[in-house]
């Protein structure tokens, strides 16, 4: 046995003991209990989450037709999301037969990682290992766990791990008994000796003195018997040493893991069970039961303005999912930011899967954010990979949640239905979207989302606004204080417990305080996101180590990755301070804030200190990077900077339209420096004029005071008290694209002004002076008006609002609703062939055809879609003047000037009993 071991320069022989030195003495371990070890450590492997960070794991062998499982500690698993090379995927480097054949290449292999299950709270995760990789009879047998009580005397202890990358990087690992069993490809596999020190039942965790460094973190810890009693997650406690998990804490997740039942853990088992329980294992690690004990049920509404018509969003919903319900098969649900689309995408998720045994619907829910309008094509497929073919063979229908349409990577708007070929899957299958309102605006959505090209006259896009609260759904939310917060007081609050929870793990895990650490993640996740909205994105790719390449005076050139800055891994404080950033992995080497809502409201936190803080070029540089009314627009933003202008005072006293109405800004709770620094980046655009050098300069000073502007509009600021201060003072101003709705600008001189593209709805502009503005774009956001040629007699709306029938002389023209702005109306059609004009015109129920009345007596019906006249009935002696359709479609009656009422039947054009 002892030739076994011949070579190992931090070994020594007694017998049939072998002695391992370390600093604290020596140590013993019988050869028995040494080879018992060394078929242990055979499943022992080295994780790589970065290039510069190296943990540990350890093999679970495949269970009927599992994947293996590597367990290891929890926030190895986060690392591993966080490394913006590999992410989501870690590499394992593991040695899965050392006693392979002489002369055959080493069975060392390098195999991808992805996260089965995270357990924040136990620091414990599982990861599968890629099967594609995998050779199974070089995989080991399995670990035993120890099922008895672990306390202090176990005066034994064994860790084995891979400490850092090796001696070249770590040389504090050359102070570990090391290199025992041979070294792997992807560092030096050590052993450490010690003891229990202190191990409570009622914690999760016992206590052990092994010599333990970075990268330890995941390792097994052994009795000398060779069973696992722990998964080590940290170390360098002064006294205690490292913390581990107890064993049977493991052994309880992973059975948990690979239950319910053999029908699920079969190859051949019902895909349907499959994603069951993948969708079981996502709700538990993201906490959806917490969730949903503190969700208030949202109300919907069929406009975003109409209030009165408001009902249950999941009644809506259940309504849209009942089988009879055909006609409608993409539901758009739209909602401004912080309403709460995610999580009710959430929650309907858990409640399909809950229902599932009596609908027999498979609900399968998409991150768009994970996607760009180039993948978001084939969505479906990347989501659901080989289990598509199986689900589709399934027969069952399918509800697929696309969840943030507006959050894709650099925008777009995918056609998901066509691109993804839904209409190749099972009958009654059908998807909801969710959106911002403000995204699809100036958009033909129905056309993007419909499943076929649409038809006016049966549309199979239903669409819903979620509404707001209502004053007894706030009470839900509402304490025995009287303090009403705004939403940017809640994200405060919320951001604010975020951090020092981050802040807690990360002192626990190390065992040091670090000071101002809350202010180090707050800095780091403001900038971060301020660089995503200068640079127009919600997404951030980064690969480690890979600099950017760019053509340049005829040349390749490259520079840093410029994101480095937040993600490069080889600066252990920028690690740290990422840490505590709500941030995800999105895939790959992507990564994104955890919601939207999280990138505006730190971009207007740091827009808010550049008011309090800069200079004022600087202030003009961040206030000119974008405008926040140009698409994209990004209201949530401004709503931000409202809050703080005003302290919250308009909206916890809802004095907001007195506001507007008073004489002053005496009832406004300014913040009277703030103001006027606003007013001064106003000012400046004066100094930008287009034709003139600079042009960048010029951008940057329009942005800023069009921001500016806006901000102060929607605080209820008065302009007309302005202007009578400085009368001169909005003179030449340059606020292209800013939002002045009802904006107060009674006799305020605005000669040269540059208001193009700018929303002035209701602006009050009595007396102003608009000499020499440029007005081009300008939307007053006006109702329309629709020209005809001849007299109107009727108009009639088709019951969904979505068309129109408008009699105009002898001629009914046909018009169809362009979804997006108010008011928007294409012409589709006009039917003709009349020889006096029409009097009066009715749709069918189901809105295909149009019926008509006649000076001369004759009623018709016509298709509106082809124009062409199926049936003119004529039983009137004298003028036709008004006309109906029955609600089941099957009778028209028609009455006129020779005092009769004519009922039809519709098909056949014959007269019915009276």
């Given at each position: 046995m002892a030739a076994q071991y011949a070579g190992k320069p931090v070994l020594r022989f007694d017998d049939n003991h072998i002695v391992l030195s370390r600093d604290a003495g020596m140590c013993f371990l019988t050869v028995e209990q040494?080879?018992?070890?060394?078929?242990?450590?055979?499943?022992?492997?080295?994780?790589?989450?970065?290039?510069?960070?190296?943990?540990?794991g350890f093999l679970l062998p495949s269970i009927n037709g599992w994947p293996p499982i590597v367990?290891?500690?929890?926030?190895?698993?986060?690392?591993?999301?966080?490394?913006?090379?590999?992410?989501?995927?870690?590499?394992?480097?593991?040695?899965?037969?050392?006693?392979?054949?002489?002369?055959?290449?080493?069975?060392?292999?390098?195999?991808?990682?992805?996260?089965?299950?995270r357990d924040v709270f136990t620091d414990l995760a599982f990861m599968y290992i890629d099967e594609s990789a995998v050779v199974h009879n070089l995989l080991p047998k399995g670990l035993k766990f120890y099922n008895s009580k672990v306390d202090t005397s176990f005066d034994r202890v064994v860790t084995i791990g891979f400490p850092g990358k090796g001696d070249g990087v770590n040389p504090a690992a050359a102070q570990m008994e090391k290199n025992i069993f041979g070294g792997h490809i992807g560092g030096t596999l050590c052993l450490s000796q010690g003891k229990v020190t202190e191990a409570l039942r009622q914690e999760k965790f016992f206590w052990h003195d092994s010599p333990t460094l970075p990268g330890s973190s995941g390792s097994p810890v052994f009795n000398t018997a060779g069973q696992v009693i722990g998964v080590h997650c940290t170390g360098g406690h002064p006294e205690k040493g490292g913390r581990a998990l107890y064993s049977d804490r493991v052994k309880t997740a992973y059975e948990h893991l690979l239950e319910p039942s053999a029908a699920l853990i079969s190859k051949t088992s019902n895909v349907a069970e499959e994603l069951h329980k993948a969708w079981e294992r996502h709700a538990l690690e993201i906490e959806l039961e917490q969730l949903e004990s503190l969700y208030v049920p949202p109300d919907c509404q069929p406009r975003k303005d109409n209030t009165a018509a408001r009902q249950p969003l999941r009644e809506t919903v259940d309504a849209f999912l009942k089988p009879e319900q055909k006609r409608q098969r993409v539901l758009l649900l739209q909602g401004d930011a912080g309403t709460g689309k995610t999580t009710l995408s959430l929650l309907l998720t858990n409640w399909l899967w809950q229902d599932f045994a009596s609908r027999k619907v498979v609900p399968i829910r998409i991150e768009m954010r994970s996607y760009n309008a180039t993948t978001a094509e084939i969505c479906v497929a990347d989501t659901l990979g080989d289990k598509a073919v199986k689900l589709k063979e399934l027969g069952l229908p399918v509800v697929f949640i696309f969840d943030g349409y507006d959050e894709l990577a650099g925008g777009g708007y995918p056609r998901l239905w066509q691109t993804n070929e839904l209409d190749e899957w099972p009958p009654g299958t059908?998807?909801?979207?969710?959106?911002?309102?403000?995204?699809?605006?100036?958009?033909?959505?129905?056309?993007?989302?419909?499943?076929?090209?649409?038809?006016?006259?049966?549309?199979?896009?239903?669409?819903?606004?979620?509404?707001?609260?209502?004053?007894?759904?706030?009470?839900?939310?509402?304490?025995?204080?009287?303090?009403?917060f705004t939403r940017g007081d809640l994200y405060h609050a919320f951001m604010d417990e975020w951090f020092r929870t981050e802040e807690r793990k990360l002192v626990e895990s190390t065992g040091q305080s670090i000071p101002q650490l809350k202010e180090t993640f707050t800095e780091f996740s403001q900038t971060l996101a301020f660089e995503m909205f200068k640079e127009k994105i919600n997404q951030v790719v980064y690969h480690q180590n890979v600099e950017r390449r760019h053509f340049r005076k005829g040349n390749f050139a490259t520079e840093p990755n410029p994101w480095g800055k937040w993600f490069s891994n080889s600066d252990p404080e920028v690690?740290?301070?990422?840490?505590?950033?709500?941030?995800?992995?999105?895939?790959?080497?992507?990564?994104?804030?955890?919601?939207?809502s999280f990138l505006e409201y730190f971009v207007a936190e740091e827009l808010w200190q550049a008011l309090q803080q800069r200079k004022d070029e600087e202030l003009a540089d961040a206030w000119g990077?974008?405008?926040?009314?140009?698409?994209?627009?990004m209201p949530a933003i401004i709503s931000y900077l409202v809050d703080k202008l005003l302290g919250g005072s308009i909206r916890k006293l809802g004095k907001e339209s007195s506001a507007r109405q008073s004489q002053?800004?005496?009832?406004?709770?300014?913040?009277?420096?703030?103001?006027?620094?606003?007013?001064?980046?106003?000012?400046?655009?004066?100094?930008?004029?287009?034709?003139?050098?600079?042009?960048?300069?010029?951008?940057?000073?329009?942005?800023?005071?069009?921001?500016?502007?806006?901000?102060?509009?929607?605080?209820?600021?008065?302009f007309t008290l302005k202007a009578r201060e400085n009368p001169t003072f909005f003179r030449g101003i340059q606020v292209p694209y800013a939002d002045l709705s009802m904006a107060q600008m009674w006799g305020v001189d605005l000669t040269q002004a540059d208001f193009s593209c700018c929303l002035l709805a209701s602006i009050k502009l009595s007396g102003a002076d608009l000499s020499g503005c440029n007005m081009a774009g300008v939307d007053f956001a006006q109702w329309p008006k629709l020209k005809f040629n001849n007299s109107v007699r009727t108009v009639v709306l088709r019951t969904d609002g979505k068309s129109m029938a408008v009699a105009a002389g002898a001629e009914v023209h046909v018009l169809s609703k362009i979804p997006g702005r108010v008011g928007n109306w294409r012409k589709d059609g006009v039917l003709r062939g009349y020889s006096y004009s029409v009097t009066s015109v009715a749709w069918s129920p189901d809105g295909s055809q149009i019926v008509s009345t006649s000076s001369d007596g004759t009623v018709g019906v016509c298709n509106a879609h082809t124009e062409q006249t199926s049936h003119v009935f004529q039983r009137h002696l004298h003028h036709a003047r008004c006309v109906a359709w029955s609600p089941d479609g099957r009778q028209i009656v028609s009455g006129g000037e020779d005092r009769e009422v004519q009922i039809w039947e519709a098909k056949t054009g014959t007269a019915g009993p009276v």
């Open positions: 040494l080879t018992r070890l060394q078929e242990c450590a055979k499943s022992v492997c080295c994780i790589e989450t970065t290039h510069a960070c190296i943990a540990t367990v290891t500690a929890g926030h190895v698993a986060e690392f591993s999301q966080l490394s913006a090379d590999l992410a989501p995927h870690s590499i394992v480097w593991a040695n899965f037969s050392p006693n392979h054949p002489p002369g055959c290449e080493t069975p060392q292999r390098k195999v991808k990682l992805s996260l089965a299950f059908k998807a909801i979207i969710t959106s911002r309102p403000e995204y699809l605006a100036d958009q033909d959505y129905e056309t993007l989302l419909s499943p076929t090209v649409p038809d006016p006259a049966a549309s199979q896009l239903e669409e819903w606004f979620v509404a707001p609260f209502t004053r007894e759904q706030s009470k839900q939310f509402e304490t025995v204080s009287t303090v009403r690690m740290r301070a990422r840490r505590g950033c709500p941030l995800r992995s999105l895939g790959g080497a992507t990564f994104g804030f955890v919601h939207q990077v974008r405008c926040l009314t140009k698409d994209p627009k002053d800004n005496s009832s406004l709770n300014f913040n009277v420096n703030i103001q006027e620094k606003l007013f001064w980046l106003i000012a400046s655009s004066k100094l930008a004029h287009p034709g003139e050098s600079g042009s960048k300069n010029l951008q940057s000073l329009q942005n800023a005071a069009s921001n500016a502007i806006t901000v102060l509009n929607k605080s209820c600021f008065q």
